[in-house]
């Protein structure tokens, strides 16, 4: 007679520290990669303000700033986007449900910013010309995916 109920239960025991585990994984996650947008973020700072002349170019800080860019987009995204860790679903993220709902063209915008980076690596230390050049082309990846896939503030 009580043996739905108690099944009940023992599946509900069981089955919470699956889902700390998957909410601990989750908020790893979303730790893990608002980190790489900081850091990326971060090293575009100083070649964004000698592109827009409110410091001097340097080529060193440029091309220094461009090889970390380089090397962040270079991180394996995988484990970065577990499903169930969008804006609305899970707490502290801005990432919309569409990225796991069309990944496809999420990791097209995400290859469209590896090429970009790559160029600037190519050309931050070759002057303030070159290095504007590069940068348009890194911020319209980083705003085509932002417009698509981020809630905005």
């Given amino acids: 007679m009580h043996r739905p109920l108690i099944a009940a239960a023992?599946?509900?025991s069981l089955c919470a520290p699956f889902a700390a585990h998957a909410n601990e994984a989750g908020e790893a996650a979303v730790?893990?990669?608002q980190s790489l947008m900081t850091l990326i973020a971060y090293n575009?700072?100083?070649m964004a303000q000698m592109a827009q002349g409110r410091v001097d170019y340097d080529a060193e800080v440029a091309q220094a700033a461009a090889d970390n860019l380089y090397?962040?987009?270079r991180h394996s995204q995988e484990r970065l986007w577990p499903e169930g860790t969008a804006?609305?679903?899970f707490e502290g993220?801005?990432?919309r449900p569409e990225i796991w709902q069309n990944l496809e063209e999420f990791s097209n915008l995400y290859a469209t910013l590896q090429g970009a980076a790559a160029t600037m690596q190519g050309a931050a230390g070759?002057?303030?010309q070159a290095l504007q050049g590069a940068l348009g082309d890194v911020g319209g990846a980083c705003r085509s995916c932002?417009?698509?896939f981020r809630v905005s503030d």
């Fill in 87 to 89: 804006h609305g679903i």
């Fill in 71 to 73: 090397t962040l987009t």
């Fill in 146 to 148: 932002h417009d698509d």
């Fill in 31 to 33: 730790k893990a990669r």
């Fill in 126 to 128: 070759d002057g303030l």
């Fill in 93 to 95: 993220t801005a990432a």
């Fill in 44 to 46: 575009l700072g100083p």
């Fill in 10 to 12: 023992l599946a509900t």
